[in-house]
Nanobody, 120 residues
Framework: QVQLVESGGGSVQAGGSLRLSCAAS?????MGWFRQAPGKEREVVAV????????YSADSVKGRFTISQDNAKNTLYLQMNSLKPEDTAMYYC????????????????WGQGTQVTVSS
């Protein structure tokens, strides 16, 4: 069993920055960030293979968001810069124990979600 505890959401103006954190308990093979805006499907933001650091980022956030990890703290981060109103969503941390994927259905463990609101 893996438990994920997220923090770091909030409200910012367009162009601002936020950093999300996700502390994990237990072994993970892959961790990632997904987001879901009202009335929309959950979508991948960024994913990281925790064993080697390989990452994937959605085209919509490339160059603005950076996924990283602190192995010593077993914590995943999402640094979000140059935020846009369209980034407004509930952000979820996810973890899987066997493989990486950009599909939310592949992940067994989820955090409670943290709200990110970007105003124009």
């Amino acid at each position: 069993q893996v438990q994920l505890v997220e923090s770091g959401g909030g409200s910012v103006q367009a162009g601002g920055s936020l950093r999300l954190s996700c502390a994990a308990s237990g072994y993970t093979y892959c961790m990632g960030w997904f987001r879901q805006a009202p009335g929309k499907e959950r979508e991948v933001v960024a994913v990281m293979y925790t064993g080697g650091g390989s990452t994937y980022s959605a085209d919509s956030v490339k160059g603005r968001f950076t996924i990283s990890q602190d192995n010593a703290k077993n914590t995943l981060y999402l640094q979000m810069n140059s935020l846009k109103p369209e980034d407004t969503a509930m952000y979820y941390c996810a973890a899987g124990r066997f493989y990486c994927s950009t599909y939310a259905q592949a992940y067994n463990y989820w955090g409670q979600g943290t709200q990110v609101t970007v105003s124009s």
